[in-house]
């Protein structure tokens, strides 16, 4: 079992920026690719972009491109996520994700990820 806890989720006027963390309990988690996922009230869980064990391959939602990096650091088992240019439909609970069926080409879909986060609350609101 994985435990991750994220943090850095605030409110931040539109256009501003933030830095989403993501800290697991175990370096096991260096071996997997790891995935960000938000939920805004009334909607489903969207994948927002992930991370191959190596950081060698990164993926992207459309709505985030350009304006969302994702980063890991594996000498601290922690996953980040800077966001940018934030927009009000950026609102969210932000999740971090992963597991041992992890896959780069699969890693926005919430069903092939098993350990998931408690979330963190970004608000773009002015």
């Known amino acids: 079992q994985v435990q991750l806890v994220e943090s850095g989720g605030d409110l931040v006027q539109p256009g501003g920026s933030l830095r989403l963390s993501c800290a697991a309990s175990?370096?096991?988690?260096?071996?997997?690719?790891i995935s960000w996922f938000r939920q805004a009230p009334g909607k489903e869980r969207e994948g927002v972009s992930c991370?191959?064990?190596?950081?060698?391959?990164?993926v992207y939602a459309e709505s985030v491109k350009g304006r969302f990096t994702i980063s890991r650091d594996n000498a601290k088992n922690t996953v980040y996520l800077q966001m940018n240019s934030l927009k009000p439909e950026d609102t969210a609970v932000y999740y971090c994700?992963?597991?041992?069926?992890?896959?780069?080409?699969?890693?926005?879909?919430?069903?092939?990820?098993?350990?998931w986060g408690q979330g963190t609350q970004v608000t773009v609101s002015s």
């Open positions: 175990r370096s096991t988690v260096n071996y997997y690719t």
């Open positions: 991370i191959s064990s190596s950081a060698g391959s990164v």
């Open positions: 994700a992963t597991g041992p069926r992890s896959r780069v080409g699969t890693c926005l879909k919430s069903s092939a990820v098993d350990y």
